[in-house]
């Protein structure tokens, strides 16, 4: 009788932690395969060079030093609730070669600290594109987290930003990737 039930609290045993295992692959199944906003590095050959979550009120930047006027070029993003990239502001140092110094419709411009300021621009945007070199000292922030983007294996290849509604599991595995390009993570 003692074995018997010792058999039947063993078996019950068994039975919960399989019902346990089964509820943790559920929820890990339903996690993993939950969907996320990504912004997305990819260069023009489909590699993928950084992969970082973004949500609503998500704001990033491009910072750039201008190859004729030598002088830093700020541009300010955020996100919307459509998910599009839209260009807020537009810092610069310089009134000369081909750098915009025009207000457009509905924006309003300043100077603060030595740079020429348009504000509340909110021009939206699919996807912006890059082409980055060194001596650009070009920088990428998203939510206080900055990549230079002047160094490989962004430097000297064309790479469009742009949000893409992905699986966790999808976007986890783009990051391990984007992590391999440069041997340090990416987001």
Sequence with gaps: MYESA????SLRGRR????????????GGFVLLSSVHVMLGEADNGDVLLAQRV??????????????EKCPIIEKYEIDDQYKMVLMESWNCSFGAG????????????????????DDIDKPFDDVLFHPVSIAEQELTIDG????????????RTFSLKI??????????QRL??????????G
Excluded: C
Aim: no cysteine; charged share 20%.
């Design 177 to 186: 990737f984007a992590a391999g390009q440069e041997g340090e993570s990416y």
């Design 6 to 9: 010792r058999k039947r609290h």
């Design 99 to 118: 750098i915009a110094t025009q207000s457009p419709p509905g924006a309003t411009d300043r100077l603060e600290d030595g740079y020429y300021v348009i």
């Design 164 to 173: 893409e509604k992905e699986t966790r599991m999808t976007y986890l595995w």
């Design 145 to 156: 987290e900055t990549w230079q983007i002047s160094r490989q294996p962004f430097e000297g």
């Design 55 to 68: 949500n609503t009120d998500t704001q990033w930047s491009s910072r750039y030093i201008h190859s004729v």
């Design 16 to 27: 919960l932690a399989g019902l346990l295992f089964g509820i943790f692959l559920l929820i």
